[in-house]
C-alpha cells in the first residue's frame, strides 16, 4: 500500500518488511517500529501515518516526530488481520477489518475495542478502503469483487438519550441491478439500530434495476458520544 501526503512525501507498507518514507527531497527513511506484514498505509493532514499492523491484528499511528517503537500507538482493538485503512479530516480511522468480514471505524483518541464502530458488515474479506472529503468510505468488497460505498453521513438521528429510541426514518434504495430481496437490514450486531419493518422493502418481492424502496429505521443509543453506522440491502441477481 502507498500514501500521500500534503508535501508530496510517499509512504509505502512494504508487506514483509518496515514502513518506508519516501521524502519529496532527500533519502528514504526507514520506519521500522515492530509492525509484522504492515498491509495498509495513511496518512493525516498533519502528518501523522496509520498502519494496518496485519500480522500484529492491529492498527497502529507513528505520531508526527515520532523515530522509535516506544511511541508508537496502538489505536481500538479486537481486529482479525485488518488490511486497508484510512483517515478523514477529523482525525477518525477506518479499517478494513478483512478476517471479521467488516468495515470498522476508530474515533479520535480511542484506544481500546470498546470504542471501536463497526459501519459496515457483510463483506467478504474486505482488504482495500478510502475516504473521501464528506467522510464517504469506499470498501474494496474482497472475494464478492465488489466496490461499496458508505454513506455514513446520509441520516441524521439526531441525539437521543441512552435507552430512548428515535423516530423512525425512512432509509431509501435503489438497486443497481434487479433481484428478489434476500435480506433486510437488522440490527445483527448492530443493536442500536434497527429496521421496524415497516418499510416497503419485501424479502421475496422482485425489484428491477433502478426501482427503490425504503426500510423505516430507528436508533436507541447504549452509550453516549457520537454512533455510525451503516446498512446495506442485498439481492439475489
Known sequence: AVALDGSGNVFVADLFGPVYEIPATGNVKTLDYGFSIPYGVAVDGTGNIFVADTGNNAVKEIPVGCTSSSCVKTLGGGFSYPQGVA??????????DTLNN????IPTNCVTSSCVKTLGTGFESPYGLAVDGSGNVY????????LVKLETGTVDFGTIAIGKTSAAIPLTFTLDSGGSILILPTSQTQAEFSNTGAGSCATGTYYSAGQTCTVI?????????????????????
Open 102 to 105: 467488516a468495515v470498522k471505524e
Open 217 to 237: 429505521a430507528a436508533f436507541t443509543p447504549t452509550s453516549t458520544g457520537l454512533d455510525r453506522k451503516s446498512t446495506r440491502l442485498n439481492s439475489s441477481h
Open 87 to 96: 483517515v478523514d479530516g477529523s482525525g477518525n480511522v477506518f479499517v478494513a
Open 139 to 146: 470498501a474494496q468488497g474482497g472475494f464478492s469483487y465488489s
